[in-house]
């Protein structure tokens, strides 16, 4: 089911970009299907991977956290760079935020990907309510300290994620409630369920006890993966989920996210986080690969991709060759 969907995306931006040629070309009949013809062939080949013999002595290894979403970005990068020549290693289980700038500042990796949101909450001390909303003035107000660390930063992806409260929607029409704001006087009975760095984390759990005034009858760490089970099962009353989860679009009636009315879960996009060093000896095909493979992860095909794993049940490193294959960017 949520392979038919990405893929009649595909057929769509396709149909789009088609019609588009055929306007362009006007009325003549000769020179349609000749023009037509080019301009796929031009688009095919500034979209496709250049393989650069040159860079296969350079060794790089892509990590990313450990949820799917992650798993999957970890697989494209990974990919992508692969055929553009590079020798390339993945490590796409790393634990938390900090575990994975660790290992990026210790060398252990090469890049992986973050939220901007999560690195300016999380590594810059920004308060969530400052962390600006354009997903550029996002990158911007990190890439100075980034740079302090000896990293670097590429453009973030057009798709922006955040934390959210998240219920079974029966649950909140029991609760009667539709904000983070109407937990209050609730939330003492009821359990919250999240991420063990959910209890550090300024958009999290640190976030609803210290700005909305919330307190739980307990709050229980697990593994994320876990999220909604917990819920169908009954084992939390809350859970945070992500805004770009595939069970938000493929149960939309069964789930409700809480409106972060205070902005206490800022959104964020994803930003390849990289060591200067490793971006230096790689040269300029290293960055040109990351920002090209990741122009068409809108909103639509995140959630399908993360679909594909956590619904469908496929493997995130043959979804990433899906999107990278479907999109153009390596032969199948």
Do not use: W
């Amino acid at each position: 089911m949520t392979t038919i969907r990405f893929r009649a995306l595909i057929a769509l931006l396709a149909t789009v970009a088609l019609a588009f040629v055929l306007a362009a070309c006007g009325d003549d009949s000769d020179s349609t299907s000749a023009d037509s013809t080019s301009a796929d062939s031009t688009t095919a080949s500034s979209d496709a991977i250049v393989d650069n013999p040159d860079n296969g002595s350079i060794k790089l290894t892509v990590g990313s956290k450990n949820f799917t979403e992650q798993y999957i970005l970890g697989e494209i990068y990974a990919q992508a760079l692969e055929a553009a020549g590079y020798d390339v290693d993945t490590d796409l289980n790393l634990g938390s935020e900090q575990v994975a700038l660790k290992a990026l500042e210790n060398g252990e990796i090469s890049g992986y990907p973050e939220y901007t949101s999560t690195a300016l909450t999380s590594f810059f001390q920004t308060a969530p309510e400052d962390v600006p909303g354009d997903a550029q003035e996002a990158l911007d107000a990190a890439q100075a300290d980034f740079e302090k660390l000896g990293l670097v930063a590429y453009a973030p992806t057009p798709f922006s994620s955040a934390n959210a409260v998240g219920l079974l929607s029966s649950t909140a029409d029991e609760l009667g409630v539709s904000t983070i704001s109407d937990l209050e006087g609730k939330s003492q009975d009821l359990t919250l369920f999240g991420s063990p760095e959910c209890r550090q984390r300024v958009d999290c759990l640190v976030g609803l006890e210290d700005n909305y005034g919330l307190e739980f009858a307990k709050f229980t760490p697990g593994d994320i993966a876990l999220r909604y089970q917990v819920l169908d099962k009954g084992d939390a009353d809350l859970s945070i989920l992500f805004t770009t989860d595939a069970q938000l679009f493929t149960n939309p009636d069964e789930y409700t996210l809480l409106e972060d009315d205070k902005g206490v879960l800022p959104a964020g996009n994803v930003t390849f986080v990289a060591s200067q060093d490793a971006a230096d000896e790689a040269g300029p095909d290293f960055g040109d690969t990351i920002e090209k493979v990741q122009g068409n992860l809108s909103l639509e095909v995140m959630q399908e991709l993360n679909a594909r794993v956590d619904v469908d049940k496929e493997k995130p490193e043959d979804v990433a060759h899906e999107y990278l294959t479907e999109f153009g960017y390596i032969d199948g």
